[in-house]
């Protein structure tokens, strides 16, 4: 069902102002649209959350409110391209990954039709939401499905060069994006491959490689470790399938530790990804996985939370020389 949506609404701008990340989805979207691609769009009641607000009043036409139907949202978008067109659909990372799965592996992923599902609001970002709110075990998941690419872009302009890029990308997307309050990472028009990490600097004693959400406060120590006097090297693997690992395998033969760093459970996300490169490869790098423990992620304001899981900069830091150490 479509409803009256309007971005300049104190509801839509009350929630940008505090997350200002959340634009660069729909300006993607509408740009796409005005180049003349088939891009149709849904969400399941979240259209202030996820700022799709903004393409829904630029074209109602293109834009379906499914209400809170998430299986049946993936469901009519892989209907939707069965049509020629393709369809952007959106939710909690946590619905769409867990209570979509289904949907998604048979018919999205098992069909080969370029769906593009949106995660948001990952990892541990739902703070007092709690843990039917949290998705940590997302990547994992969508990582398992065959034909399935998974994107989790640090920022507002990676997820629009990535979402932009998506045209040209025939088979399903998983794209796992925050809460629209990350910090910028890169400029507006970074140059965006699909399942090509992006190397920050190269490190002799250890190379952190992070993604989405923590590919900033990953920098943000990777800075104070080198002006620290420490060899440390930083990549950004936003692609986690299919994984970049020719950038692993270099920098598993440079450095004596690769740490990865994702807001996920350590075990079959981006840790997992980099664990079985590394042990096909016979590499001889130590692996330290950075994240949540396997355990279920407590509840409380995000910003507690990443300093309680050392998922905030000085953790991140501070995980680092321990290693070292």
């Known amino acids: 069902m479509n409803g009256p949506v309007d971005p300049n609404s104190w509801q839509y701008r009350e929630i940008n102002a505090r997350a200002p990340g959340l634009s660069y989805l729909s300006d ?34 293109r834009f379906t409110q499914f209400g809170i139907s998430e299986q049946n949202m993936v469901s009519a978008a892989a ?4 049509t020629g067109a393709m369809p952007f659909v959106a939710t909690f990372a946590s619905f769409l990954a867990l209570l979509c799965c289904e949907q998604i592996r048979t018919d999205v992923a098992y069909s080969a039709l370029p769906v593009r599902l949106i995660g948001h609001h990952a990892g541990i970002s739902l703070g007092f939401y ?7 075990e997302d990547l994992a998941i969508m990582r398992s499905i065959a034909d399935l690419t998974v994107v989790a872009p640090a920022d507002g302009p990676q997820l629009a060069a990535a979402i932009k890029a998506s045209v040209n990308h025939a088979r399903p997307i998983y794209f796992r ?18 399942g090509k ?12 490689i992070a993604c989405g959400q923590m590919v900033h406060p990953s920098r943000e120590a990777f800075h104070a470790l080198r002006s620290a006097g420490k060899s440390v090297g930083l990549i950004d693997m936003h692609t986690i399938k299919p ?4 950038a692993v395998l270099a920098a598993a033969a440079r450095s004596r530790i690769i740490l990865t760093v994702e807001e996920h459970n350590v075990l079959g996300g981006l840790g997992g990804a980099v664990a079985e490169v590394l ?25 507690h939370l990443y300093r ?3 998922l905030d900069a000085p953790g991140i830091e501070a995980t680092v020389i321990e290693a070292l150490d």
């Open 279 to 303: 042990a096909e490869a016979g590499s001889p790098a130590r692996l330290i996985r950075h994240g949540i423990r396997d355990e279920y992620s407590l509840i409380a304001p995000p910003t």
């Open 308 to 310: 309680h899981y050392r």
């Open 243 to 246: 994984l970049d690992t020719k």
């Open 130 to 136: 709690g843990t039917s709110h949290h998705a940590t």
């Open 177 to 194: 994006i925050g809460r629209g309050q990350e910090p910028v990472v890169y400029d507006n028009g970074v140059d965006f491959q699909f």
């Open 28 to 61: 993607a979207l509408i740009e796409l649209v005005e180049d003349g691609h088939p891009i149709m769009v849904g969400t399941a009641d979240l259209q202030y959350s996820n700022g799709l607000v903004r393409f829904a009043q630029r074209f109602p036409e």
């Open 79 to 82: 209907g939707i391209a069965t």
């Open 197 to 208: 990490a992006i190397a920050h600097g190269g490190g002799s004693e250890l190379t952190i």
